[in-house]
């Protein structure tokens, strides 16, 4: 829109608009498909947000250059065909090769293999001839390549180690795999007659082993792009008052351009054309102040129900809340707060939030007190980080224990938090 320019800090709102180019009747009847005020005013994608030409350089985003990468399967055909094989060979060499799983693994047999080829190429292929380039790639990089399964990639890679601990190791995984994997030290050093520090040196070695060749398909290596988060408000705390303001930074105020309507001309084509810009500009700029006063309302109205909250930065002073308590303060409906809070970020003095985060579920204590899922979430955290690795608590356990501290939940509600906050079971957790 050509009557559209950014509006100068010291200038006043009602200069914005000059009385004599105020829109007429007929200009507002062609703008009324546009007029959708609750939609817009709701709407997340800031397409009206463009950036001042004056800015400093520090404000720019750079988005960061993708360097060119190659798939690992190509990679591992390069390494093959570098050796001094035959024609025959190298062919065989790639089909081994796209016969691995997206981890690397060759889970087919010698035979099985010797003879999808002879099919597929229609040209008979020996055992011997697939097993040797089978050994081949076992030796290739990654380390692990053509590992039949987990206990065969481990071995792979203990072979290459060179340490004293490693020949336990591999004894271990080779003999006694289902109970290293299920962490049955006392059984393991029953059966085996290892001391607890040689057992303890040899599982060290092993959590140190890669589980798969190929991780995340091979995408590792590929310069990961990273979004920025830019919060859509700036809390501050100052004693005990808290004040709440959107973060404008970069996103110039709108005014209509008059010098330009005057300068269009006075014909009829003119005013006309001048008057459905006026129009169009005018609701666009009420559209975004209606949009920042909800956002502002539904923001302020959040921190006001979260207080403490915010004074603190404790999750364990959150309370129960869900879209509905915002909706009914501020008198609007449940899918406008969705959306205004939906993908936005608040920049307080202890970091950056997501609004998400805010709503929670309300779960009764002993005493009948409500609180939020998150502040048990966070006395769960604290039980594990304090108990005995060499005896972790199991749900039970921990379902005992916040029990006492009046928190009274089942101990599949206790597993299903655990498996949130990506806390391993006991077993997993215990260590020498």
């Not at 800090?9 to 005020?37: C, H, I, K, L, V």
């Not at 463009?50 to 798939?71: F, G, N, Q």
């Not at 979430?377 to 980080?385: F, I, K, P, R, Y």
Request: aromatic share 6%; glycine share 4%.
């Amino acid at each position: 829109n050509p009557l559209l320019e950014e509006r100068q800090n010291d200038e006043q709102d009602g200069e914005a608009n000059d009385a004599e180019f105020s829109s007429s009747p007929q200009a507002e009847d062609r703008t009324q498909d546009y007029m959708d005020w609750d939609e817009f005013s709701n709407d997340d994608l800031p397409d009206y947000r463009t950036r001042i030409d004056h800015a400093s350089d520090d404000d720019k985003l750079y988005t960061p250059v993708v360097v060119e990468t190659t798939d690992w399967r190509s990679e591992l055909k390069e390494q093959f065909h570098l050796l001094p094989f035959s024609e025959k060979q190298l062919q065989l060499a790639d089909f081994l090769i796209d016969s691995l799983t997206d981890q690397g693994y060759l889970p087919a047999s010698v035979s099985a293999l010797a003879d999808d080829v002879s099919f597929t190429t229609g040209v008979f292929v020996e055992e011997e001839d697939v097993h040797f380039l089978v050994d081949c790639l076992r030796k290739m990089e990654p380390i692990g390549l053509g590992a039949r399964d987990l206990k065969d990639c481990l071995l792979i890679q203990l072979a290459r180690e060179k340490s004293p601990a490693a020949g336990v190791a591999s004894w271990l995984v080779d003999d006694l795999f289902e109970e290293v994997a299920a962490r049955n030290y006392d059984k393991i050093m029953r059966m085996s007659g290892l001391q607890q520090h040689e057992l303890k040196e040899a599982i060290a070695l092993i959590s140190t082993l890669r589980p798969y060749p190929i991780v995340d398909g091979g995408s590792s290596s590929a310069m990961v792009m990273k979004e920025t988060i830019v919060p859509d408000y700036i809390i501050t705390v100052e004693n005990e008052a808290i004040e709440v303001g959107l973060n404008t930074r970069g996103i110039p105020p709108l005014k209509v351009n008059t010098d330009y309507a005057k300068s269009v001309g006075t014909s009829r084509s003119a005013a006309s054309y001048v008057n459905s810009k006026i129009s169009a500009a005018q609701w666009l700029i009420e559209a975004i102040l209606q949009r920042e006063a909800t956002m502002l309302k539904t923001m302020r109205t959040i921190v006001n129900l979260q207080r403490a909250y915010f004074l603190t930065g404790d999750v364990r002073y959150l309370k129960p809340m869900v879209l509905r308590d915002i909706a009914e303060r501020i008198k609007m409906d449940v899918s406008t707060i969705s959306r205004t809070t939906s993908g936005k970020y608040a920049q307080t003095p202890f970091g950056i939030i997501h609004l998400k985060d805010l709503f929670t579920e309300g779960v009764k204590t002993d005493n009948g007190e409500e609180v939020s899922n998150r502040q048990i979430q966070s006395a769960l955290v604290t039980l594990v980080g304090q108990e005995d690795k060499s005896q972790p608590l199991n749900d039970t356990q921990l379902t005992e224990l916040l029990a006492q501290q009046g928190y009274s939940l089942a101990r599949r509600t206790i597993a299903k938090y655990r498996d949130l906050l990506d806390i391993p079971s006991a077993t997993m957790r215990r260590v020498l």
